[in-house]
């Protein structure tokens, strides 16, 4: 693949117990750009999945013995890799899944960093002493390693999602089993490579390709071997996961679903607000699931902030993400096109207006036009369901109170965005807001010191920050007589 100078990280089998499994089928990786084929990956299937977890579960013994500074170090090492790599990896990614170089390099640095911060957290796992009831007895509480740990991973952020999931798992001393989204299976691989290259133990990290989720899926969640499973995608692929998961009454994380609102207050900065919602709702061409889905805008600034946002957006550049200037890339299929296309017709036969784009690119493929639609009502489509592309729509509200009840009316809560200066305000706005993540006069929230996750129908559970390893580790109760 063209300007990857380190050919060994482009891989197309997959990696179970330190070896390269190539199987007998294959499916075609391809470039959401131009449709090209990238590259044939290895087809692995429920049997490959078996496999992967019980060479997990006898990695496991071994793995979460070993004293945390050692892994803490490999950790470390992996994270060095990481950014020396980061170039290749960017590129890769940017081949695979379409975003811009830019964005695609911040992904690798900002995956990367949940490496790093977990090999350091994976040292302050610490216990409890109680106050025993009698002096005769000591009451102590240790936390141990879940198990295996397995996970499905989104096509939107195919480094970062797999990183601060897998960084978690393996600082706590469980071992890893994930299947990446087969649109974008080579970051994960190339991951693979890189954690072998660190000298991560065979059967501690797992990479099974495939394109049957279904059976796949099926093996991770109701395997008795694997302890946690862990989703990052939709809230109705979650919901039938966790069904599954019940057999076993695995412990799960999921990260689901949003519908996040961005509110603009009259007593905003509204240059910021502009600046802030370009990079909430625009990144990634707006395939996040942090992503700005409602403009909620005061009505006393709601001309102004549209004059200023529609500046702004006219200014952004759709095309290939490997080209010099590019900031919006391609959806990732013709299917992601046709729901952003569908949603946009149906909102205006309601009575939306589209100011800017709402059409495919002029340069065809899978680029949708950055668009902003005013007319917008909270109970149009655009409005309801989660966008996952380039369009914002804008909605008036006229006081505090609407403007939350209007934010609140969904079933998802995961990320909320706002913009004020009252500082009052900000403490009202900001409690009252039912969603796990909450940005203030800021539109990119995400870091590995903060717990991400959402409330309601947008999941349970939380990833990065000292909060990242509890999902990851048991708490056992020692009672100690007889002293």
């Known amino acids: 693949m063209l300007g990857i100078i380190d050919r060994g990280l482009i891989k197309s089998a997959g990696f179970i117990n330190g070896h390269w499994h190539i199987g007998d089928k294959q499916f075609v990786v391809s470039n959401p750009a131009d449709g090209q084929e990238l590259l044939k990956v290895a087809d692995l299937g429920p049997e490959d999945a078996e496999l992967a977890v019980q060479s997990a579960a006898e990695a496991f013994s071994a793995w979460s013995k070993k004293a945390a500074m050692e892994r803490s ?27 811009p170089l830019t964005e695609a390099k911040g992904e690798i640095a900002y995956g990367a960093q ?6 350091e957290e994976a040292k302050r796992v610490y216990g409890d002493t109680i106050p025993a009831p009698g002096a005769d007895k000591r009451l102590l509480v240790i936390k141990q390693p879940v198990g295996v740990v397995a996970a499905i991973t989104p096509w939107n952020f195919p480094n970062a999602m797999i990183a601060r999931k897998a960084a978690a798992a393996l600082a706590a001393g469980c071992t890893f089993v994930v299947k990446p989204a087969s649109e974008t299976p080579l970051s994960a691989l190339a991951m693979a490579e890189l954690a072998q290259r660190a000298g991560i133990p065979a059967g501690v990290f797992n990479v099974v390709p495939g394109k049957d989720a279904k059976a796949i899926g099926k093996v991770l969640t109701e395997h008795p071997l694997v302890r946690k499973f862990s989703f990052t995608g939709s809230t109705a692929i979650g919901k039938l996961l966790i069904a599954q998961c019940a057999s076993t009454v695995k412990r799960v994380s999921m990260e689901l ?13 509204l240059d910021a607000a502009v600046q802030g919602l370009l990079v ?25 902030f549209c004059h200023k946002l529609l500046k702004a957006v006219e200014g952004l550049r759709a095309g290939n993400g490997l080209a010099e200037g590019v900031n919006i890339g391609p959806l990732i299929s013709q299917q992601a096109v046709d729901k952003v296309d569908e949603l946009i017709k149906q909102s205006v036969q309601q009575g939306a207006q589209v100011k800017v784009g709402g059409q495919l690119h002029q340069s065809g493929g899978w680029l949708y036009q950055p668009t902003v639609l005013t007319g917008v009502s909270n109970q149009m489509p655009v409005a309801r369901e989660e966008i996952f592309g380039p369009v914002a729509p804008l909605i008036p509200f006229e006081d505090e109170q609407q403007a939350l009840q209007m934010a609140n009316d969904t079933d998802f809560g995961l990320a909320a965005y706002f913009y004020a200066r009252d500082i009052g305000r900000i403490w009202r706005v900001a409690e009252g807001l039912e969603y796990g993540m909450v940005g203030i006069n800021e539109g990119a929230i995400s870091n590995p010191a903060a717990p991400f996750g959402g409330v309601k129908q947008s999941g349970n559970g939380r990833e990065g920050s000292k909060y990242g390893l509890d999902d990851y580790l048991e708490v056992k109760y020692l009672c100690m007589g007889g002293v």
């Open 73 to 99: 170090q490999l950790l470390r090492k992996w994270f060095e890799l990481m950014m020396q790599h980061q170039d290749d990896l960017a590129r890769l990614l940017t081949l695979e899944q379409g975003k």
């Open 114 to 119: 949940y490496v790093e911060w977990f090999a």
């Open 257 to 269: 679903g949003g519908n996040a609102p961005f509110l603009v207050f009259d007593d905003a900065d």
């Open 280 to 304: 909430s709702k625009f990144r990634n061409a707006g395939q996040t699931c942090v992503c700005a889905n409602r403009v909620f805008v005061q009505q006393s600034v709601y001309t102004e």
